[in-house]
């Protein structure tokens, strides 16, 4: 096709009548016009046209009418190999807005004449991109045969494997036969892979020929990078995560087996990639950690066996004395992150070490008091460390403040350092009573450290009382200082003051003033009006920290007032206002929990409550909430049960349902309920698979054992 009729009739084309995911799509022709003519701003348009076409991998109504112009352009022989794989991942998509389902990729499928004759084009890079696209139309028409005769015909490996993986897509049978005589040691390694993975997605069985081609394979990421397939691009990753999450003993054995061999490797790159694969098979499978921590643990010099080792935690104890002796080498860098695992898997034998290289250890001291602690166990309390601690905190209240020279504000790795030795004295309470001097020092600098101060000052003396409240007076403007003060001391005014101020300013902090005076009850009654202007506020925009402030400041008002004629309509408008709004999603269910407060008084809200039980991401808080407001005699508790148990069952608040579940108690659940219950407690596949990556493993453990505490109170 010659160029210009590739672009034929685009400026007449109606585009500003359709969206895409900016919206409207009158930006097109100028896009599709620069990509084709490849100058030096095509890269830049092409990028625009991912952006607004496939934002994310959601494609749209331009999406459909984009696909024909970027079919010609690739027939044209301008940006072939770009366009086809624009065009592929239009067709892979499956999430659709605001377009008739499938309309996207019936689009491009109805280019498959243009496309189709590009699997026979002289460049093998446009054969092989070629074959990805077509074989996303999931067309068994026109794509299957022609897909079908150029694999007979095809003698580059590389195009083979983009075939056979195509021809799994439109035909799966058919391509798992054709895989089974693939997957021994003379067929070359891009084909061998893809017939591998022809086997796995169809949930064929995996025997030893699979797993012999895999290690045969290894290392596999230079021969994935060669495809177009992302599934592939960390084959072993994908391989072990498949097996696992098809959650048989035969498969788990499978996975496993295949990791123990590949970690035992002399070749660093073929450890690298099990490590990799290995961190996956321990965030699904509960038993994976106790089968690979013997093989894992002799590799705790390599970077991602060390961090694979902190994630796992306590069970990894057997790596304890590797980790210490990689702890005190002289680089310092390896040396801090065996540290960090040290921390996580054997916390006091690290705590000495930690306190002998204070500052020099950052993701030791994440690991110890910052954004990777365990929430649930606290750090332990060493002599040798809280004397390190106190000594920097001393000299960072002397020193210059690092940064800016004209304001004084500290830099950001300052801050987090000072964060992690106030967070420890903190987590240590009255055990680091000695260090209140130097707290109150920090604490014009680092105004975080009020809450360490109140912390530690449990059971001190008038005398110590009095130098601490001293130093909380003096920077009691902010509001967390004011709140600790009056936390020490009982005082109110400075509290007030500083709420009032942020509720009369519209600052930021707006909800945490309003769950300041929330706390203090019908005391703040004289702010109640400052809270009711605060809810009349001007909102440009109805954002996720707007709707949650209404929240924070409903609640304040009726906490301190116990009127909830006024209240009531504030939290009504929240859960109207969130409806069917996605980033809306949190804040309704934190309403449906907290709203609780109101007992009683919140049965209006018990409709709108009763709404969200369908939904599992919100159904454990409004079981919550329910039980808290509305008639007890009117509450469906079978019902509820099950809301709460399906929310656990699909991982969509897991935390909450396990609360949900205590809450309603051993009479709700039905013996058919129990045995659901007791499978998720006993089940290998974890639960847990959207948390913090560090974090993954840690909280499925606690969360399994919060549900068998239900099971047992059930039993």
Not at 364 to 377: E, I, K, N
Not at 537 to 549: A, M
Not at 599 to 616: E, N, S
Request: some cysteine; overall charge negative.
């Amino acid at each position: 096709m010659e160029f210009p009729t590739a672009l034929a009739g685009i400026d007449v084309h109606p585009w500003s009548s359709i969206n895409h995911a900016y919206g409207s799509a009158d930006d097109l022709p100028g896009l599709l016009r620069t990509f084709a003519e490849g100058g030096e701003d095509a890269e830049a348009a092409l990028e625009e046209l991912y952006g607004s076409i496939v934002h994310q991998g959601t494609v749209y109504a331009a999406s459909v009418d984009a696909a024909p112009y970027l079919a010609r352009i690739a027939a044209s022989g301008r940006q072939t190999l770009d366009a086809l794989r624009l065009l592929g991942y239009l067709a892979a998509s499956e999430d659709e807005c605001d377009v008739e389902p499938g309309a996207v990729r019936a689009a491009v499928t109805a280019q498959l004449p243009l496309l189709i004759t590009l699997l026979a084009d002289e460049d093998p890079a446009v054969r092989q991109a070629a074959g990805w696209t077509v074989g996303h139309t999931r067309d068994t028409r026109t794509a299957l045969p022609a897909v079908r005769a150029r694999l007979g015909a095809e003698i580059e490996p590389t195009v083979r494997a983009e075939l056979l993986t195509a021809y799994g897509r439109l035909d799966r049978p058919a391509a798992v036969a054709e895989a089974r005589a693939l997957l021994g040691p003379d067929t070359p390694a891009p084909l061998r892979l893809a017939a591998v993975f022809a086997v796995l997605v169809a949930g064929e069985p995996w025997l030893a020929a699979h797993r012999d081609a895999v290690l045969g394979l290894l290392p596999a990421r230079e021969t994935a990078r060669s495809g177009h397939a992302d599934e592939h691009r960390d084959p072993l990753h994908t391989i072990v995560g498949t097996l696992l999450e098809r959650n048989t003993d035969t498969d788990r054995e499978s996975a496993l087996d295949l990791l123990d061999t590949a970690l035992s490797d002399e070749r660093p790159e073929v450890r690298a990639e099990a490590l990799w694969a290995a961190d996956r098979a321990c965030t699904l499978s509960r038993s994976a950690p106790g089968r690979l921590i013997p093989a894992i643990a002799p590799l705790a010099a390599e970077w991602a066996a060390a961090q694979l080792l902190g994630k796992i935690g306590p069970a990894a104890v057997e790596a304890a004395p590797l980790l210490t002796e990689l702890a005190v080498q002289p680089d310092d860098e390896a040396a801090d992150q065996a540290l960090a695992a040290l921390v996580l898997v054997a916390p006091h034998a690290a705590a000495p070490l930690l306190a002998r290289s204070l500052g020099r250890r950052p993701r030791a001291m994440q690991c110890a008091a910052g954004s990777h602690a365990p929430a649930d166990a606290p750090f332990p309390f060493d002599p040798e460390l809280f004397a390190a601690v106190r000594a920097r905190l001393a000299a960072k209240a002397l020193e210059p403040a690092e940064g800016c020279k004209e304001c004084g504000c500290s830099t950001t790795e300052d801050h987090n350092d000072t964060a992690g030795l106030v967070h420890l004295l903190r987590q240590w309470g009255s055990q680091a009573v000695e260090a209140l001097p130097e707290l109150c020092a920090v604490l014009p600098r680092f105004p975080y450290a009020a809450t360490a101060i109140t912390a530690v000052a449990v059971g001190i003396g008038p005398e110590q009382r009095e130098k601490a409240a001293l130093a909380l007076r003096a920077g009691a403007r902010k509001l967390f200082v004011a709140r600790a003060l009056h936390e020490l001391t009982g005082e109110t005014g400075p509290l007030f003051a500083a709420a009032e101020a942020a509720l009369a300013t519209g600052a930021r902090d707006t909800a945490e003033s309003a769950r300041a005076l929330a706390c203090l009850g019908p005391a703040a009654a004289h702010l109640a009006g400052a809270l009711r202007t605060a809810l009349e506020r001007t909102i440009d925009c109805d954002t996720t920290p707007e709707v949650e402030t209404d929240l924070a400041l409903a609640l304040a008002l009726w906490r301190i007032t116990g009127e909830a004629d006024e209240v009531v309509p504030v939290l009504a408008s929240v859960f109207d206002r969130s409806e069917g709004r996605q980033w809306f999603h949190w804040t309704a269910a934190r309403a449906a929990r907290e709203i609780g407060v109101l007992g009683p008084a919140g049965r209006p809200l018990t409709a709108r409550l009763q709404a969200l039980l369908d939904d599992p991401g919100k159904a454990p808080s409004a079981v919550l909430g329910l039980l808290a407001v509305a008639d007890p005699a009117g509450l469906d508790r079978a019902r509820l049960a099950e809301a709460a148990l399906h929310s656990a069952e699909t991982c969509a608040d897991l935390k909450n349902a396990c609360d949900a579940l205590r809450a309603l108690g051993a009479a709700a659940l039905t013996p058919e309920q129990q045995d659901r219950l007791a499978a998720l407690v006993t089940t290998d596949r974890r639960l847990v698979g959207s948390w913090f990556d560090h974090a993954m493993i840690r909280e499925d453990e606690r969360l399994r054992a919060a549900l068998a505490s239900v099971l047992d109170r059930v039993g």
